[in-house]
């Protein structure tokens, strides 16, 4: 018998290991795509899996619990939203005249579809107390993550860590709502007033009175 020629060998296995993380990306991918277009309630195991072409057997060898797969997606979504909110602020270079810029990043991703999912999420645990236990620590690291990323761009254009903090967390929360309310009544030219408003709020807090006029 001939040996096979070179290069036409069987690609190799994959390993357990790889098997298991192939398998888990493809629950939680499908467990954010059911959030995302179903909402919390809609999102059901049998949901999940008919989404990742897996048995439910296949879910539960990982996830004990429907609400564990869960928590496990917001744990994921969470740790994308950080990478990409450091991602869209690489190339902006932290100056008065462009916190518009900013603030308009900021914006997309609270609107983009991972922070959708992340809202949904949060919002089933103001109802559901086991929820809440579960999520309330990724919060918590996500809040601190995008407070460090965030300080690292436009820290030093405000004399007080506690005014910037304090100025973080309000547009944070708005985004967060507007997110909503710019997909249920869309309306861009509001929308663009409003931020331009917000970062004319914004940047009174800088310390150069003159820092205003950049964005006039």
């Known amino acids: 018998m001939s040996a096979s020629p070179q290069g036409n060998s069987a690609p190799a296995r994959r390993t357990q290991q790889q098997r298991r993380a192939e398998t888990i990306t493809r629950l939680l991918d499908a467990a954010a795509d059911a959030v995302h277009e179903l909402g919390y309630a809609g999102t059901t195991v049998q949901e999940i899996c008919s989404r990742a072409r897996l ?13 564990a797969i869960l928590v496990a997606t917001a744990l994921r979504i969470s740790e994308n939203q950080i990478s990409e909110f450091a991602v869209r602020f690489t190339e902006i270079e932290a100056t008065p005249a462009s916190l518009l810029e900013a603030l308009k990043q900021v914006r997309a991703v609270a609107r983009g579809r991972s ?27 996500l809040s601190r993550r995008q407070a460090k990323a965030a300080s690292g ?9 506690d005014d910037f903090l304090s100025i973080l967390g309000i547009a944070v929360n708005y985004f967060d709502a507007e997110a909503g309310l710019a997909l249920v009544l869309p309306d861009p030219a509001r929308d663009d007033r409003t931020l331009k408003m917000l970062a004319r709020l914004i940047i009174t807090q800088h310390p150069d009175p003159r820092a205003a006029e950049a964005l006039s």
């Open 55 to 67: 048995s439910q057997g296949a879910l539960f060898r990982h996830f004990p619990t429907r609400k």
């Open 115 to 141: 922070n959708l999912v992340w809202q949904e999420l949060i919002g089933a645990a103001r109802t559901d107390e086991e929820l809440r236990v579960e999520l309330g620590p990724a919060l918590e690291e």
């Open 153 to 161: 761009f436009a820290g030093e254009l405000f004399s007080s860590k």
